[in-house]
């Protein structure tokens, strides 16, 4: 099946820019979305497309997808940007046709 | 605004039948054009799909669960219903339901565009 490989955690002082990675075989010919969970609450979507953002999501949140990692990048960051992101994929292919990535906890230092 | 809003029970007993509800509320399934999916996490672990549905009754679901899992759709009530057979501990999670957005355009997407709050599950004896 196919997998979605993320770094567990990425820490970035305020005002400075995360980049969260999604790691996948050829996951550039695939669409990547990102959501954002904050604790206790439901997956919020932040770009879906690779690169498009839903209304209402800060321009600061931008993506970009080639080769084998699509990366969501947050610019400007700020405390509320602290949770939990995830990237996601369809994939005929595989036993789940939505696949998820692993997450990564964005802590903002 | 379409919203979604997940109902069931707290507590399982193991081997037990769960049912899960998703209401829409903000538009109608009868004739609106979107999907439905069903997605779950466990405590502090990552999400997983479990199955959709369509308008047209086409279904889906995870391969390694589809013994135990039926979705259905009542467009009259604008629900969506996820039975899971046989519970086991391991299906201790937050379980979501999710919308798949529809464009004239392009069909359906692949992305979840909205969410419900999430019920959380515990399957214990």
């Known amino acids: 099946s196919y997998v979605l490989t993320q770094p567990p955690s990425v820490s970035v002082a305020p005002g400075q820019t995360a980049r969260i990675s999604c790691g996948g075989d050829?996951?550039?010919?695939?669409?990547v979305h990102w959501y954002r969970q904050k604790p206790g609450q439901a997956p919020v979507l932040v770009v879906y497309d690779d690169s498009d953002r839903p209304s209402g999501i800060p321009a600061r949140f931008s993506g970009s997808n080639s080769g084998n990692t699509a990366t969501l990048t947050i610019s400007r960051v700020e405390a509320g940007d602290e949770a939990d992101y995830y990237c996601q994929v369809w994939d005929t292919s595989s036993d789940l046709l939505y696949v998820f990535g692993t997450g990564t906890t964005v802590t903002v230092l | 605004q379409v919203t979604l809003k997940e109902s069931g029970p707290v507590l399982v007993k193991p081997t037990e039948t769960l049912t899960l509800t998703c209401t829409v509320s903000?538009?109608?399934?009868?004739?609106?054009?979107?999907?439905v999916s069903w997605i779950r996490q466990p405590p502090g672990k990552a999400l997983e799909w479990l199955a959709h549905?369509?308008?047209?009754?086409?279904?889906s679901y995870s391969t390694s669960l589809k013994s135990r899992l039926t979705i259905s759709m009542d467009t009259s009530k604008s629900q969506v219903v996820l039975t899971m057979t046989n519970l086991d501990p391991v299906d201790t999670a937050a379980y979501f339901c999710?919308?798949?957005?529809?464009?004239?355009?392009?069909?359906?997407?692949?992305?979840?565009?909205?969410w419900g709050q999430g019920t959380l599950v515990t399957v214990s004896s």
């Open positions: 549905i369509f308008p047209n009754d086409e279904k």
């Open positions: 903000g538009l109608s399934l009868s004739n609106a054009k979107m999907g």
């Open positions: 050829k996951i550039g010919s695939k669409s």
């Open positions: 999710a919308r798949i957005p529809y464009d004239d355009g392009r069909g359906y997407h692949t992305h979840f565009d909205s």
